[in-house]
């Protein structure tokens, strides 16, 4: 995960002395497993990015707003675990948006710590690290294996890198990934959504102002630029930055060096630069949109991110991933991902890629009340199947996923499988004695 990882070693930080003894359970379990090669280190005493896992029993609260404070700086420890006693979903959702790979409770996931960090759920990037697999790169479909590949190759180099793919395919993961498998592993990656911030706002965000710079510059502040120093940068959606922005961001990627808003001194950094896009760059330079001279440099290793129905086969897989992942979140118990609700998520084209699944699941573990997610907990719109799709699958699951989710009201039954009411009727004469007797509507 890290030099220290790569080199045999694992090096756990407990955020505390008192946390330390959390932290020599661990290494306990670490050392039984590896045969040595194990040590704890307190704060201060080392350096937040020079650890495998952070071991902490801080209270949540406190360790969100504690890890909320480093975001967007090289003090987190890149694609690292953090491991607590008693995690909540809202340090779970700020650990994964500061970077660390994954968070874990201890000791109720023992085995999946060893696991992970011994390396039995890693991958071997080209550059010689393991870093985990973020969630859309899981599958085995010819598409995403290739798509691994490039990464590990793109990661071994410090060139621009430019990935295009269609919105929730799993950009930023991708980026992450070669991130995490660099040389630059152990430093900052720094996100920037170029779409979520107005024209004049992107330049100070990008490059940081001086003190009075302009109304309301109160003290000065780094832009992300220098707080990636040394990491790398991620700019998200770079086809909507204003022209002005791309001419900036094109002198820095020749001289990496840029000025603050403000001021008179230049600012060198050292900075790989990873941009992502869903838009057609080459059709956005042609309409003038887009400068060419900064679409050259920024396509020198090209990434493309296959959209999920492109690899539909690695559908079950990473729904069972979403369960498990979401169920930790929302700390309830894994459900069983019923063959029905599988067969509807396969059946799915998936317009809105992975993300478009992960909400999925999501919605239906709400609604799920046992120990199986079945089809009638998934949302209402993957109900509607074109006719050959319905045809193929076990048509007596179709209609009793179609019925329970629409409450046994036939008519949004019908419109949800895209039946007429007469064939409906039919099936349900067909059916009776599997479905049983159900509310008259």
């Known amino acids: 995960m890290n030099a220290q990882h790569r080199s045999g070693g694992v090096t756990l930080l407990a955020a505390s002395h008192s946390d330390a003894v959390i932290a020599q359970d661990v290494a306990s379990a670490l050392r039984h497993r590896r045969g040595g090669g194990v040590k704890v280190i307190c704060e201060p005493a080392g350096r937040l990015s020079a650890c495998d896992a952070l071991v902490t029993a801080k209270p949540p609260e406190e360790l969100a707003d504690f890890l909320l404070t480093r975001r967007g700086t090289r003090q987190l420890p890149a694609s690292a675990l953090l491991i607590h006693p008693d995690p909540d979903a809202r340090l779970y959702a700020t650990a994964l948006r500061g970077g660390l790979a994954d968070v874990l409770a201890w000791p109720a996931e023992r085995e999946r710590v060893c696991e992970l960090i011994v390396g039995g759920a890693a991958v071997k990037t080209a550059a010689g690290a393991q870093v985990l697999q973020p969630s859309p790169l899981c599958g085995e479909s010819p598409r995403i294996r290739e798509l691994r590949r490039r990464i590990e190759r793109v990661a071994a180099f410090d060139s621009t890198v430019l990935i295009q793919g269609e919105t929730g395919s799993g950009k930023e993961c991708v980026a992450r990934a070669i991130h995490a498998g660099s040389r630059r592993a152990a430093q900052a990656m720094v996100s920037l959504n170029c779409a979520a911030l107005p024209e004049n706002l992107i330049e100070a965000e990008l490059f940081g102002h001086e003190r009075g710079a302009y109304t309301g510059a109160h003290a000065s502040a780094a832009g992300k630029f220098e707080l990636a120093d040394g990491g790398t940068l991620f700019l998200d959606e770079i086809g909507e930055m204003s022209k002005a922005a791309q001419a900036k961001v ?95 998520l396969c059946a799915h084209d998936w317009p809105g890629n992975v993300r478009e699944l992960r909400n999925a699941i999501e919605s239906a573990l709400i609604n799920c009340e046992g120990g199986q997610l079945r089809a009638h907990d998934l949302p209402t719109q993957l109900m509607r199947w074109r006719q050959s799709q319905v045809s193929g699958l076990d048509e007596l699951r179709c209609l009793e996923s179609a019925l329970r989710r629409c409450g046994w009201n036939k008519s949004e039954a019908a419109r949800a499988l895209q039946w007429s009411r007469m064939k409906l009727y039919r099936k349900l004469r067909v059916y009776e004695s599997q479905l049983g007797t159900q509310h008259e509507t």
Do not use: W
């Open 250 to 344: 094109l002198r820095v990627i020749e001289g990496q060096e840029f000025y603050r808003i403000g001021g008179t001194r230049p600012q060198r950094v050292d900075v790989r630069l990873i941009a992502a896009t869903h838009r057609n760059l080459e059709q956005l330079c042609a309409s003038g949109e887009f400068r060419s001279d900064l679409y050259f440099r920024l396509n020198v290793a090209p990434v493309q991110v296959p959209a999920l129905r492109e690899r539909s086969g690695d559908v079950p897989l990473l729904a069972e991933y979403f369960v498990a992942e979401i169920s930790r979140l929302m700390q309830r118990p894994k459900p069983q991902l019923g063959e029905d609700a599988r067969a509807v």
